[in-house]
């Protein structure tokens, strides 16, 4: 239910900032077609990613407002990258 609830805050904070949330499960269907010997051991306790794109779904189409300006298509998705010339910062 933790994850669940992040899953969902996490959409709508990326919808309140103008980040498309359709995101969450894009990525979320990567690990889904992940290689299951290799996954993560980080997520190794967390749901199922087919119930959490389910619940994100969900969310999005019981939020149309909120959520039905963002394109669901991947393909209109900006691809994240970082300069290989930045410098790396640890938070304290």
């Known amino acids: 239910e933790v994850e669940e609830?992040?899953?969902?805050?996490?959409?709508d904070i990326?919808?309140?900032a103008g980040q498309n949330p359709w995101g969450l499960i894009w990525f979320f269907r990567e690990f889904e077609n992940a290689d299951k010997d290799h996954m993560p051991e980080l997520l190794s306790d967390h749901p199922d990613f087919k119930n959490r794109i389910k619940t994100l779904e969900k969310h999005f189409r019981k939020n149309r407002a909120v959520f039905g300006?963002?394109?669901p298509d991947r393909k209109s998705g900006t691809?994240?990258?970082v300069p290989a010339?930045?410098?790396v910062v640890f938070l304290r």
């Open 5 to 11: 609830q992040a899953d969902l805050d996490g959409a």
């Open 14 to 16: 990326c919808a309140e």
């Open 69 to 71: 300006k963002f394109n």
């Open 79 to 81: 691809p994240f990258s």
């Open 85 to 87: 010339d930045a410098s």
